[in-house]
Each structure stands twice: as structure tokens, then as C-alpha cells.
T-cell receptor, first 113, second 113 residues
Framework: SQQGEEDPQALSIQEGENATMNCSYK?????LQWYRQNSGRGLVHLIL?????REKHSGRLRVTLDTSKKSSSLLITASRAADTASYFC?????????????FGAGTRLAVHP | NAGVTQTPKFRVLKTGQSMTLLCAQD?????MYWYRQDPGMGLRLIHY???????AKGEVPDGYNVSRLKKQNFLLGLESAAPSQTSVYFC????????????FGSGTQLSVL
């Protein structure tokens, strides 16, 4: 079963608008990560937020984490056509003696010029 | 800087055939992972390795075997391919356990007819 689930599944906006994607998870975490995947490519790490952090910024990206609600959001400000991609949240899950990353199903973002 | 390299990029198999996917990383990472990505299901962990000579099962290990004879290489084998194994396969590596950011290869598109 998926640890993280993104919402919405798909998002379509105009260039210059902000895009917000949400992630909910089920069990306690040490940290949460967001990744981006361009069509036909591998995933690229965007940002990591630890469980004791509430907000983190990186360029046009803003990530929030609410551990009481077991949810996170990724905000992309002033979106560009080049931001068109799928975005995945990933949470760490401890089992079998090791900590592993479990990914959600992703949000497909389309930014139209 | 090559990062994580996967070969081959595309492969078509007939049911019952076998093949090996090769992953190589040049970052001296201890941890390596094999994920599969299916539409609407995000990435699911097949097997992982926490160091040279070690392997462990992930979420969906059935039908796959792995080996990590050298630190920089992680091989994924399909002994008898089935149509249900049609997917995109991604290799990833990390410096430490899940919780550390992952570096991904560009993927292998596998079709089993």
C-alpha cells in the first residue's frame, strides 16, 4: 500500500499562476521529500523537509509539513511551461531493519503558455 | 559526472524469457534500489541493497532477483518474464538509508509480450 498519496492527480494552470500539490501519508515519518519527473525521464530530487520543520523554501518552491495532519504541500510560484512534469512525494518507512523511501502516485502538472 | 546509469533503455521480451537490467553508479553510494513504475501507481520498491554483497526485498519482489557483487553495480534479473512485469524500471542510489535523497537513473522501458 502507498505511504504517501498526492492530491490532485492532475493539475492544469496557465503560466504565471501558482501550483499547489498536496501529499498525505499514514504513519510517522522522519522526513518527507518531493521529486519531479519529466516525461520519459528519471526522478529528480527537489526538496527534503524533516519532521521537526514546518516550512522550507528553495527558489520558487515552498514546502510545508503538518505532522499532526500527516500532510505536506508543495507550492510552485510563478509557474513556467518548463515546470510541466509529474511531482511525487516520498516518505521514509522503517521495515526489515532499514529505512526506505515510499513514493506516492504523483500529481501531473501541466503549465500552459 | 555520470551519476546513475541504467542499461538497456528499452527491451521487448516474450513470456518466459529471461533478462538482466544493469545499474551502475559512480558516486560511491552504499545504498541502491530498484523500483518499478506503473501508470497511476507511482513507484514501488522491488529490491534494495544496503552495501556490497547485500540484498533485501522491497514491496513487490516476486519474480525478480538481484545481486550486488560490486559496490557500484546493482543487477535486476527476471528469470521467467511475465506480461505483468511490463513496466518502467528505475534504479536509484543514496549515500545513506531512505531519508537521504535518492539519485535516479533514466529508466528502462520493458515490455513483455
Amino acid at each position: 500500500s502507498q505511504q504517501g498519496e498526492e492530491d490532485p492527480q492532475a493539475l492544469s494552470i496557465q503560466e504565471g499562476e501558482n501550483a499547489t500539490m498536496n501529499c498525505s501519508y499514514k504513519t510517522s515519518i522522519n522526513n518527507l521529500q518531493w521529486y519531479r519527473q519529466n516525461s520519459g525521464r528519471g526522478l529528480v530530487h527537489l526538496i527534503l523537509i524533516r519532521s521537526n520543520e514546518r516550512e522550507k523554501h528553495s527558489g520558487r518552491l515552498r514546502v510545508t509539513l503538518d505532522t499532526s495532519k500527516k500532510s505536506s504541500s508543495l507550492l510552485i510560484t510563478a509557474s513556467r511551461a518548463a515546470d510541466t512534469a509529474s511531482y511525487f512525494c516520498a516518505t521514509d518507512a522503517f521495515s526489515g531493519g532499514y529505512n526506505k523511501l515510499i513514493f506516492g502516485a504523483g500529481t501531473r502538472l501541466a503549465v500552459h503558455p | 559526472n555520470a551519476g546513475v546509469t541504467q542499461t538497456p533503455k528499452f527491451r521487448v521480451l516474450k513470456t518466459g524469457q529471461s533478462m538482466t537490467l544493469l545499474c551502475a553508479q559512480d558516486m560511491n553510494h552504499e545504498y541502491m534500489y530498484w523500483y518499478r513504475q506503473d501508470p497511476g501507481m507511482g513507484l514501488r520498491l522491488i529490491h534494495y541493497s544496503v552495501g556490497e554483497g547485500t540484498t533485501a526485498k522491497g514491496e513487490v519482489p516476486d519474480g525478480y532477483n538481484v545481486s550486488r557483487l560490486k559496490k557500484q553495480n546493482f543487477l535486476l534479473g527476471l528469470e521467467s518474464a511475465a506480461p505483468s512485469q511490463t513496466s518502467v524500471y528505475f534504479c536509484a542510489s543514496s549515500k545513506g538509508q531512505g531519508g537521504e535523497k535518492l539519485f535516479f537513473g533514466s529508466g528502462t522501458q520493458l515490455s513483455v509480450l
